[in-house]
């Protein structure tokens, strides 16, 4: 059964059909992943194939569109009547002389719909270059109007049930990165402690269980932390490095990045230790200023003026919408903290942010995610920040 209630699906419908509305869309196929279970509750591994949520202008449920074999997972998770649960033969599954999406554009077809304006999610990670030629030549009568992102800015306000499950996320978040930080020895392989965190995001507190985060443990060490987005090896850790652990915790698919920086061995270089403080005490300020009302690049604007006195510059963002997601990402894809972002902050936002500097051949990581309050701002999680020291 889905995990809200059935007005709140409603009214995300609704907005999602006044924004189809504003841009002439009266079809919108959401391929998105992560769309399609915030319109329907729709909740499974099946996005390696072709699947979408079909919203139409005047219909009161949107349909879903999967491979057959996933139509029984969509009536377990999904709010939808079993009439809008729509289940193509697996023969359209990786062949080359046909495609789902030709399913699809028949569906349209047949209830008369072709002449409909139609929007698609083009820049979705499983939306392929195939969907949108097959698309085409199937419907060649239909105007198609990108839609990208129009889901994706009506999820950035969160719900108060959103809220409570990123809250929850938190916690196993704290879990996660006490786990991270209490494995790291020298001796130990890095697959081993990455073991440690996936059991720690899986079984999550005695309260409740942790889902699977779109994005992997990133565990760097070494000459490594100088740069983002790297994994793990089978080598075991050395004294005298410090290994970047860049983690999340998800509950319900609601995820709570967090990252700190941890040095095996007594004696970090001391422009580590420098480079520690002057990264905590930009996060701290940065946190402290937010509240509703600055735009995104204001915030940003606070740690740049912070690092500049201290001679350093960060070129990239430090920040990011994010919450309900599947791999391989937990971000958004809408407001960012950086310079030129004008976005509004309003209660309920929900940003990962990450204050990562990386340098020629070493680095240091810390981060929050939190949401914007009437007032100010609150972190999901509650971890010390610092630089962790394992002797």
Request: proline fraction near 6%; charge should be negative; aromatic fraction near 10%.
């Amino acid at each position: 059964m889905a995990l809200f209630e059935i007005d709140e699906y409603k009214t995300r419908i609704e907005k999602t059909k006044k924004s189809m509305a504003r841009q002439g869309i009266e079809i919108l196929l959401v391929a998105d992943p992560a769309n399609m279970n915030y319109l329907t509750g729709y909740d499974g591994w099946s996005f390696y194939t072709p699947q979408v949520v079909m919203v139409i202008l005047d219909e009161d449920e949107p349909f879903w569109i999967g491979r057959g074999m996933d139509a029984n997972g969509a009536r377990h998770t999904v709010f939808l009547s079993h009439e809008h649960i729509i289940g193509y033969p697996d023969h359209y599954v990786q062949a080359l002389d046909k495609h789902p999406m030709n399913f699809v554009a028949d569906e349209i077809k047949q209830r008369g719909w072709e002449k409909r304006p139609i929007g698609v999610e083009m820049d979705a990670y499983y939306f392929t270059a195939r969907s949108f030629g097959e698309l085409k030549k199937s419907l060649p009568d239909s105007q198609f109007i990108d839609g990208n992102l129009l889901v994706n800015w009506i999820r950035i306000i969160k719900s108060p049930g959103e809220i409570e499950y990123m809250q929850q996320a938190g916690k196993i978040a704290g879990k996660v990165m006490q786990t991270a930080i209490d494995t790291l020895a020298a001796g130990v392989r890095e697959c081993d402690a990455v073991a440690a965190v996936y059991h720690a995001q899986a079984s999550g507190t005695p309260e409740f269980g942790g889902d699977y985060p779109a994005i992997v443990p990133m565990m760097p060490t070494g000459e490594k932390t100088s740069a983002p987005h790297l994994t793990w090896t089978d080598h075991p850790y050395k004294k005298e490095e410090a290994v970047n652990l860049e983690l999340a915790a998800c509950r319900h698919r609601y995820h709570c990045p967090i990252a700190r920086t941890a040095f095996i061995g007594k004696n970090p270089p001391e422009k580590l230790k420098q480079l520690a403080d002057i990264t905590v005490e930009g996060l701290n300020l940065t946190l402290d200023a937010i509240k509703p009302g600055l735009q995104c690049e204001e915030v940003e604007l606070v740690w740049r003026n912070h690092i500049a006195k201290e001679g350093f510059e960060k070129e990239s963002r430090i920040g990011y919408s994010m919450g309900l997601n599947y791999p391989p990402d937990w971000g958004e894809h809408t407001a960012s903290l950086r310079p030129g972002d004008k976005t509004i902050l309003e209660p309920n936002m929900t940003f990962h942010m990450i204050l990562g500097m990386w340098m020629d051949d070493w680095g240091f990581e810390c981060s929050e995610s939190f949401r914007v309050t009437a007032n100010g701002c609150e972190t999901f999680a509650d971890f010390p920040r610092k630089l962790f020291i394992k002797n």
